[in-house]
């Protein structure tokens, strides 16, 4: 059974750092892509950080490029989101998600993702 579980959520001013975890179990986390994505109620989940299986190659959206850095360690199975110049439009439930095929390249598209975690809550306070 795939498990995606994420930590390191919580309360804190703009302009201030955080730095988001997620432990993959349950499956080959060196072979595909990991990404991650972020939803407010009632709006559509939103892409913002991917990288790609050989841990080399990374995407982002343009609402976050510059200010958070995604990385993974394949020793601990842990994929991280590095979140710097925090903003209060970043406050948002953070899901971490892996592919469900071998992709050469990362893609922001949710629905090339079957595996997702429960998501962590970021908030941001301005």
């Known amino acids: 059974q795939v498990q995606l579980v994420e930590s390191g959520g919580g309360l804190v001013q703009a302009g201030d750092s955080l730095r988001l975890s997620c432990a993959v179990s349950?499956?080959?986390?060196?072979?595909?892509?990991l990404a991650w994505f972020r939803q407010v109620p009632g709006l559509e989940r939103e892409f913002v950080a991917a990288?790609?299986?050989?841990?080399?190659?990374?995407v982002y959206s343009e609402s976050v490029k510059g200010r958070f850095t995604i990385s993974k360690d394949n020793a601990k199975y842990t994929v991280y989101l590095q979140m710097d110049s925090l903003k209060a439009e970043d406050t948002a439930i953070y899901y971490c998600?892996?592919?469900?095929?071998?992709?050469?390249?990362?893609?922001?598209?949710?629905?090339?993702?079957?595996?997702w975690g429960q998501g962590t809550q970021v908030t941001v306070s301005s």
């Open positions: 349950g499956r080959t986390f060196s072979g595909y892509t």
């Open positions: 990288v790609g299986w050989g841990g080399v190659t990374t």
């Open positions: 998600a892996q592919d469900g095929v071998w992709r050469r390249l990362p893609q922001s598209d949710a629905s090339a993702y079957p595996y």
